[in-house]
């Protein structure tokens, strides 16, 4: 018999790490930026506290500083989370199994904690790296916007140092053993094109949306070999 | 930007998040369905690399980023760790952009 050694997996925690960093980096000049665009700080940090929705949150600010009025920066935000329906349907099985936990679980969905659970099938190590990744990824956030909010023009653009590179790249790593099956590169590969066509047509977050139009080829007419 | 659309994004949030859970919860998936809820996940996360590697507001992002993107996908694709993977990525992407590409 194998000894257990720990609930959590040196790699995983090394891994959820890397994503927490980088999500730091980003929390900072999310706390700069709203700091910038004149959101007091009381507001900035809830907003990382309980929405915890780096696109939704940068949105909200963009929209605000913009001129934009409430009603559309809050629609504009919820559109842009709609994409966690799905993802709650597919990790819901890898939160907990009692309701407390579940509920305290589910606001650590976010779209790296879902690409990282799944990375690890359905079992045992993937409820621990949902939660691994998800409080990893909340304490960087939050911390980082602290900093930032406190920093302010201090923070560097985190372009600079190529962080809007290492998300995509990040989730793609993660989905890759999933992309082994044919099925799935097929649906992946529309999803990805759709997405694409419908960016300069569409508000934030609805390409995404579009991007789920990629099963209609989930299976292929008169595709035989697919049918297990 | 006041408290009320403050409190409100985060409610909201919070029961999209919950939406697929509780569902998830309540319904019993039966294996088809299951496959197609789990291709689902891998459309939209397969989307959200696409447009986050392509794509900045409606516009292209230049090149810079998806160069990075690239890099980190052949490394990802050639088994090399996570970690370097993301630093990987992001270096490519900073040299690109300290060379002036955009």
Redesign the interface.
Known sequence: MRSLRRTIDRDDL??AL??AA?VGVVGASFGALAAA????VL?AM??SL????GG?QFL??AV?AAGGG?IA??AA??LL?????????????N?ADRWPL??LG??L?V?ES??FS?ARGSGRRARTAYWLCGSLLFVFWNVGTVVGVLAGGAVPDP??????????????????P??HRA??RR??????????LA???LP?GV??????L??VV?RLPGDRREAA | MNWPVVVALAAGTYALRLAGVVLRDRVRVPARVERYVDLGATALLVALVATAAFTDGSGFAGWARPAGVAVGALAAWRKVPFVLVVVLAAATTAGLRYLGVP
């Open positions: 090394r891994d890397a994503l980088a665009a004149g959101v007091p507001l809830t907003l309980l929405v915890f929705a939704a909200v600010v605000v409430a920066a809050l935000g919820l989370n709609v994409r966690h329906v799905p993802f709650g349907l597919t990790v819901g099985g939160i579940r509920l589910t606001h969905m779209d879902v690409a799944r372009d600079t140092f190529g962080v809007d590179a290492a998300f995509p790249a990040a989730l793609l790593a993660l989905l890759l999933s992309l099925d799935a649906v992946g590969l529309a999803a990805a094109a759709l997405a694409l960016t300069p047509l934030p390409p995404v949306l579009v991007g789920l990629g099963l989930a």
